[in-house]
C-alpha cells in the first residue's frame, strides 16, 4: 500500500447514545436479495497485478470483461498525465484523432482519468474539466484562473457547483490542456483522478472549522485523503484502476450536510474509550439499475487511521470487485457478495496492523437535531466574524460571476469561497461589521441572493441535454420555470429539496430529494414522444435518510408544475394561492 501520512486531532466531546440502525431501503431493478453464498477461497484472489509500476487485470479474469476495463488494458489511462502523454494527444487534430481507434478512446474514455469528458454528442472537440476540491474550499485566485478559462471560450464557456463540492468548467478545447493543467497548478488545483474509474471529491462539512456547533473540522481529513489518493496531484496508480467510481465523505456536522448515506465510504465521528475517531458506513451508491443506502461496516477507527483505512477499503474493492456488466460494478455489490463480515474481513487484512477495532456505541452525531439553513448571515465560531450563504441558482455561473464572487471574497472576506453539495456557496471569514455592506453589493440583489425563495433555496440540477450526451431532457433551465411556476400556485410553509437529473444515471440525485424529477421520453396529449419526468418523493436526507419512492411515471414536462403543486398540498403543507387571495 501507498505509505500515508498520519493524522491526529485530539476531540472529546460529550458522547451520544448510539441509536439502532435502520434496515437500508433500496430501490433495485432485480430479484430480491438473498443471503450471500459461501464464498470460495479463489474467489479472494486479486484480480488485478502490478506491471510496470500500474496495476492491470490479470489475464485469468478477463472473460466477460465490460468495454471500458478492455481500453483501460489497452493502454494504461494515468500515462496521459504521469508521461505527457496529453501533450502529444493535443497536437492533433480532432480528425487524426478519430481516425485511430487508440486516441479516439483517449478523448472518449481514457482522459477522463485527467477530468476530461468530451461532449461528443452535444458539442463535439469541447470537454468539461471537472477539478479536486476537497471539502468544497476554493480561494479567489483560484476562481478567477477558472474565470479567465472559461472566458475564451464564448458561450460554451461557464461553470457548474457540482453535488460533490467541486468545480466543473464547460468549452474546453484539447489544444488548450496542456496549458491549462500548468495553470492550475500554478494555483493549488488539479483535475487529476476525478472521473471514471476513480474515487470522486472528498466531500466534508461546508462550514467546516468555522461552525460554531461542528462536532469536528473536516478539511484537515478531506485534504489528506485528497492527496493520499493523487499523490499530491503526481498521480497515484495505486487506486486508479478500480472496477467503477467511489465516494467518500468525511461528516463534521450534526446537519450531514455532507450526505454520508449516499457514499462508498462515510466517517462518521465517533468516540471510543476516550479516543476520537470514527465509524464507518459502506457503500452507498446510485445507478440507472439499483440504488443503495451505505450500511455499517461494524468498525471504528482512530483518528490516526483515517488514510491507512480509506487505502485498505480500496485495495479490497480494486482487488476483488467484479469487472464484467457496468451496472454491477460499484462497491455494494462486492459487500453482496461477500456478506459485509467477509468483506470486514478482506478491509483488516489489508490494513497496516492487520486489525480492525468494532464499531463504538459513543457515536457523535445528534440524531434529533434539526438541520441548519446556511443561507444568509450566521455568526462564526471566531469572535467579530460571519460567513454569508448565497444561492447559486442550480449551481450554474459564468466567468463575470466567478469574478465578482472573487472580488467579494477578497473585499470581504479572507479571499476564501465554500462550495455545497447542494450547488450554493458560501463566504467566510466576514468581519461581521462589513455584512450589511456585502448584503447591499448588486451582485447579491439578483441570482446570487442570499435570501432565496423557499423552493429555490432547495433546489438542485444535473448538467442536462444542454451539455451532457445521456441527458434525455434539459435539466437546468426547466428545474427554474418550473419552480418559479410552482412558486405562483402554492405557497409552502417550510423548505422543500426538490432534484432534477437528465437520465437514470441520476447526478443529481432525485432519491434522497423530497420531490426528484429523473428524465424520460414519454408520450403527449397527441400521441408523440415528448420530454418527461418519472416523479419520486420522500427521499430523506440526514439521521433518519432513507430513499424516496416513485410517485408517477412518465409526467410530460408541460405539467409537471400542477403536479407538483398537488404534492406540496398533499404531503408538505403548502396552500393554494388562489385560496390565499380570496381569503385576504
Not at 474509474?197 to 466531500?203: A, G, L, T
Request: one cysteine or more; proline letters at 6%.
Amino acid at each position: 500500500m501507498t505509505s500515508s501520512t498520519s493524522l491526529s486531532l485530539r476531540f472529546s466531546p460529550p458522547p451520544h447514545t448510539l441509536l439502532p440502525s435502520k434496515p437500508r431501503r433500496s430501490l433495485v431493478v432485480a430479484a430480491a436479495q438473498t443471503a450471500p453464498p459461501a464464498v470460495e477461497a479463489d474467489r479472494l484472489e486479486p484480480r488485478v497485478e502490478l506491471r510496470d509500476g500500474f496495476f492491470i487485470l490479470k489475464e485469468k479474469f478477463r472473460k466477460g470483461i465490460n468495454p471500458q476495463e478492455k481500453v483501460k488494458i489497452e493502454s494504461e489511462p494515468m500515462k496521459l498525465f504521469m508521461e505527457n502523454g496529453i501533450e502529444e494527444l493535443a497536437k492533433k487534430s480532432m480528425e487524426e484523432i478519430d481516425g485511430e481507434k487508440l486516441t479516439k478512446d483517449d478523448i472518449d474514455v481514457r482522459l477522463k482519468w485527467l477530468g476530461l469528458f468530451h461532449r461528443r454528442k452535444h458539442q463535439y472537440g469541447k470537454f468539461m474539466m471537472r477539478l479536486k476540491l476537497p471539502n468544497g474550499v476554493t480561494t479567489s485566485a483560484q476562481t478567477r484562473y477558472l474565470a479567465s478559462v472559461i472566458r475564451k471560450y464564448g458561450e460554451d464557456g461557464c461553470a457548474d457547483v457540482t453535488t460533490r463540492q467541486n468545480w466543473q468548467i464547460r468549452g474546453v478545447v484539447l489544444p488548450d490542456v496542456p496549458e491549462i493543467l500548468k495553470g492550475l497548478a500554478s494555483v493549488g488545483l488539479t483535475s487529476l483522478q476525478s472521473g471514471m474509474d476513480n474515487v470522486r471529491n472528498p466531500v466534508g462539512n461546508p462550514i467546516a472549522g468555522i461552525d460554531p456547533d461542528e462536532i469536528v473540522d473536516t478539511r484537515p481529513y478531506t485534504n489528506l485523503l485528497s492527496q493520499f489518493i493523487t499523490a499530491n496531484s503526481l498521480g497515484n496508480p495505486e487506486f486508479s484502476n478500480l472496477p467503477r467510481k467511489w465516494n467518500v465523505c468525511v461528516v463534521g456536522s450534526h446537519d450531514l450536510y455532507e450526505h454520508p448515506h449516499i457514499n462508498d465510504l462515510a466517517y462518521m465521528p465517533a468516540n471510543k474509550d476516550g479516543r476520537f475517531g470514527f465509524n464507518l458506513l459502506v457503500g452507498g451508491f446510485f445507478s440507472a439499475k439499483r440504488c443503495e443506502e451505505a450500511i455499517p461496516l461494524d468498525a471504528w477507527v482512530p483518528a490516526d487511521d483515517v488514510l491507512p483505512l480509506c487505502g485498505a477499503v480500496l485495495e479490497a474493492f480494486r482487488d476483488l470487485g467484479t469487472r464484467g456488466n457496468r451496472q454491477k460494478t460499484r462497491m455494494m455489490w462486492l459487500i453482496d457478495e461477500l456478506g459485509i463480515e467477509g468483506f470486514r474481513a478482506e478491509v483488516e487484512k489489508r490494513m497496516p496492523s492487520g486489525k480492525l477495532e468494532r464499531e463504538s456505541s459513543e457515536d457523535l452525531v445528534n440524531k434529533q437535531w434539526e438541520r441548519r439553513d446556511y443561507f444568509g448571515v450566521h455568526p462564526q465560531k471566531q469572535e467579530g466574524l460571519s460567513y454569508i450563504g448565497l444561492h447559486c441558482p442550480v449551481g450554474r455561473l459564468q466567468a463575470d460571476d466567478m469574478d465578482e464572487l472573487a472580488r467579494l471574497a477578497d473585499t470581504y472576506g479572507s479571499g476564501e469561497l465554500r462550495l455545497t453539495v447542494e450547488q450554493n456557496i458560501i463566504i467566510p471569514n466576514v468581519e461581521t461589521s462589513k455584512t450589511q455592506a456585502l448584503l447591499q453589493e448588486p451582485f447579491l440583489k439578483n441570482r446570487f441572493s442570499p435570501e432565496p425563495s423557499i423552493l429555490m433555496k432547495g433546489l438542485v440540477a444535473c448538467t442536462g441535454s444542454q451539455f451532457c450526451g445521456q441527458a434525455i431532457i434539459e435539466t437546468k433551465l426547466r428545474a427554474l420555470k418550473v419552480t418559479e411556476e410552482v412558486e405562483r400556485l402554492v405557497a409552502v410553509p417550510k423548505p422543500v429539496r426538490m432534484h432534477w437529473t437528465g437520465c437514470p444515471n441520476t447526478c443529481g440525485q432525485v432519491q434522497v430529494a423530497d420531490i426528484g424529477f429523473m428524465g424520460c421520453l414519454t408520450r403527449g396529449d397527441d400521441g408523440k414522444a415528448v420530454e418527461g419526468a418519472d416523479v419520486y418523493v420522500g427521499g430523506r436526507v440526514g439521521s433518519d435518510s432513507h430513499i424516496g419512492e416513485i410517485y408517477k411515471k412518465g409526467v410530460p414536462v408541460t405539467d409537471l408544475a400542477p403536479l407538483v403543486a398537488e404534492i406540496l398540498v398533499k404531503e408538505f403543507g403548502a396552500v393554494p394561492r388562489v385560496r390565499e387571495e380570496n381569503e385576504d
